[in-house]
């Protein structure tokens, strides 16, 4: 694949998942409910299908993740919560599986991973500690540690453009909390935070993907 080329495929899939993103948004805000709800699925999987075709230097991890994090949203879209944690925990191992072996320690970031740890961890047991003990406070107890792991995977890495892995891990755990926080309270436009957040994580991730020269930049 030629240079042009690349651009013109990173462009045109680009412009799909913006499209297919505010297809989503309109679908969600503007129309029942109900209808055609599996449509919030489409831009992740786009992005899927865009970082599947770097995959030859940019490594198999991050499309993997990509997919797995598209039938989540597939199945959070059926309200069927536990494949959905299931899926977007396996999304996240993919991730994690995809920066750690780049881990570099340096006292900064274990400082970083720390208090980010310690954050999430307080965060979710309160949460747990307001709701009813059932399968779905394991599960959110359960996927909190993948997620922290996958957040702290990101701080700890060595590559190219490092900064913006952790900025994308950071949205996806925010666009996380803001879900979990629904198990106990109410915030207004609830779907813009989480979903902006999310689609801005994963575009972030799949560019990230496609930009690589080698699997370790």
Known sequence: MTSSSK??????????FFTLAALFFY?????EEHT??????????????????????????????LL???????????????????????????YISDF??????????????EVFSAAVAMYVALIISK??????????????????????????????HRGWYIVAAMLFCFSDGVIAYGFVGEIPHATLWIMTTYYAAQFIFAQLAASRSNQSK
């Open 68 to 94: 797995a994090s598209a039938v989540g949203d597939y199945y959070g879209s059926e309200g069927i919560f536990l494949l959905q944690v299931l899926f977007f925990a396996i999304a996240h191992i993919f």
């Open 36 to 65: 055609w709800r599996w449509v919030i699925a489409l831009p992740t999987l786009t992005l899927a299908v865009m970082a599947l075709r770097f995959s030859r230097k940019g490594g198999i991890l991050i499309p993997a993740a």
């Open 131 to 160: 709701i009813p003990f059932s399968i779905n406070s394991i599960a959110i107890g359960l996927y909190a540690i993948i997620i922290i792991a996958m957040g702290c995977s990101a701080i700890f890495q060595q590559r190219e």
């Open 100 to 113: 750690a072996p780049r881990r570099k320690d340096t006292k900064r970031r274990t400082v970083a991973a």
């Open 27 to 31: 679908q969600r805000l503007c129309i």
């Open 7 to 16: 651009k013109i495929w990173r462009w045109g899939t680009s412009v799909i």
